[in-house]
């Protein structure tokens, strides 16, 4: 299985098909693209009726043979065990089974549909990111052994990426992680998830400003290609390919768990942000798993919903961006939509780099096929089975309410804007499958606001903001950001 850029025209460098390995540590690809397989791997219908059976894990071994080709087989089987385990899972619900990993619960089951909700948040952090971030702990320490080498990640955070990786890495031979988050400015739970790991290779930086103010500093490191190399520098964002196609597994794995046999369907609705979640769904569905149509949900910040209700896709500036009670889907793009635009446009390179482009230069694209718009290609939107909706903080607080006095649940502010678009968009006979992206703790001021209680704690987050901390507060300050690298990797 090989990977090219979306933007690879004849000309560029990445024009060379790349291995599972060679893109794994990486982000973007040289030319600014992302990369995608060189075609979608299959599934036959024998397999999925194999797969009923499989553990988490086994299923995750299974699918990600596919694409991870340049892995030798007991080794991936090997990474797939320790990462899928109920010891990583463990805050499932009372009445959820841990080792499920994403167990599924039927909310209603009446005239109008099925709907059911799939637990991707019972990992460490108490969001779905633990799934593919804990993958990557160990891949990345199984392939920085293979080669002898270290990796620095560094980034910024305003709350759920960071704690994801930084839990992801902890402990892990060959990785640092130098993450920075804006003092005073995450929730007291969010900092003192990240700021209570005391593992020598993870360094929480509180940078004395704001999180614009630590992602420009995260950019300029990345500019200065001399230190980046030198210091071994990497990132663990969104557009990984790693990330994306280990969240592929847990729309199989729903699909499995809802059915009974291969001739059903089912739907997903996804609360999305960077479009990395759903992006999963629609590869999950080009390999040929049943999937009837695949909802995006977004908030306030609805550059996404739109796009699917118009064919316009217009990002906006950071300052038009919302600050919203869902901020981990408070977006100004969509980094992973370059993904599902390439397969729109026919997998066409050069096409693909020019919207970008256009993006940078004229803020978006038309694809509407209106006088004067960039393309057509939106009126093949609904041949993916794509379909959208939104949700402001007055549907966030009434979903929750009517969550938890119809079915007993709290369910945490991106969860609720993934249900109130689920309804929308139900049909009878396939039923309707909410990705629970988050547990209500992370977001327990707004639970406060709609039940007028707090949210339930999993076990042993009880006390988390009173353990020590470890972290070091800095000036936004360039030099002293590269000093504090230096000293800590000895590079
Ligand atoms: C990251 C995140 C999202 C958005 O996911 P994307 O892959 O960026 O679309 C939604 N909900 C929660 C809780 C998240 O942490």
Redesign the pocket.
Known sequence: MHYVSTRATSASEARNPESFSDILLGGLAPDGGLYLPVEYPQVSAAELTAWRTLSYAELAYEILRKFATDIADADLRALTARTYTPEVYRNARADESSADITPLRVLADDADGKLVLQAL?NGPTL???DMAMQLLGNLFEYALARNNDELNIFGATS???GS?AEYAMRGKRGVRVFMLSPQNKMSAFQSAQMFSLQDPNIFNIAVEGVFDDCQDLVKAVSNDLQFKVRQKIGTVN?INWARVVA?VVYYFRGYLAATTDNTQKVSFT???????????GHIARMMGLPIERLIVATNENDVLDEFFRTGVYRVRKSSETLHTS?P??D?SK???FERFVYELVGRDPERTHALFRKVDTHGGFDLSGAPGADGDEFKRVARYGFASGRSTHADRLATIRDVKARYGITI????A?GIKVAREHLQPGVPMIVLE??LAA?FNETIVEALGTDAERPAGFENIEGLPQRFVAMAPDMALMKAFIADHTGL
């Not at 609360?271 to 999963?280: E, M, V």
């Not at 945490?412 to 969860?415: K, P, Q």
């Open positions: 948040s969001a779905f990111k709350g759920d990426t994801a969104s969240q996804v609360p999305s942000g960077n479009f990395g979640n759903i992006c999963a869902s981990s889907m977006i969509a980094s992973n945490d502010t991106h969860t804007d992206t988050a992370k």
